[in-house]
């Protein structure tokens, strides 16, 4: 009788390890890698000029998109945008935009996001919780996302192919964007929302 305790005991203890492996092998997965489609893909922003809404986009950009709903500990999201493609479609505006008075694109290039989190707000939404940097400024920011959907690409052969939009908004006075006359507020607005649509790739 012992002696079918003690393996009983030992059975358990072996099932028990055997589980915590498996959790702890899931676990440390790494979430799927996915590859922006530039072609289907846009990141676009507007300010207003007094009343008016502007539209902008920035034409170039780079992202490395780990991403997987079933396991948000290792997904992570990292883009870097040249605000040398901004493009409202003006280029005299555009040049003032790369100027001193606003990005000042001689000493900061680009803007960058990286995220050290993200967190599942339920149906499809999530938010990428990380540092927002531009010019020189770094403040901590949330950039909530809907997953549209994930299917096989019926025109590529072990792809899969997801879609992402995600909206927000941001002050520009936060990171010092407009200084001198164009710190105030009046001619161009502070608030600027953010529209992100993207189409993923990733191997299946």
Known sequence: MKKLIQVTIATTLSILLSLNIAFATDNDEAATTWEIDRSHSAINFTINH???????????????VHFDPENLEASRIDVTIPVESVNTRNERRDNHLKSEDFFNTSQWSDIRFVSHSIESRGDNQFVAVGELTIRDVTREFELPFELLGVMEHPMRDNTLVAG???????????????????????????????RLNLELLASN
Request: charged share 20%; no cysteine; hydrophobic share 50%.
């Open 50 to 64: 007094f009343f008016t809404p502007v539209d902008g986009s920035f034409d170039d950009y780079s992202a490395e």
């Open 164 to 194: 992402i939009v995600a909206n927000a908004e941001l002050m520009r006075s936060d990171f010092g964007v407009g200084v001198g006359d164009w710190a105030a507020t009046a001619v161009v607005g502070d608030r600027v929302n953010i």
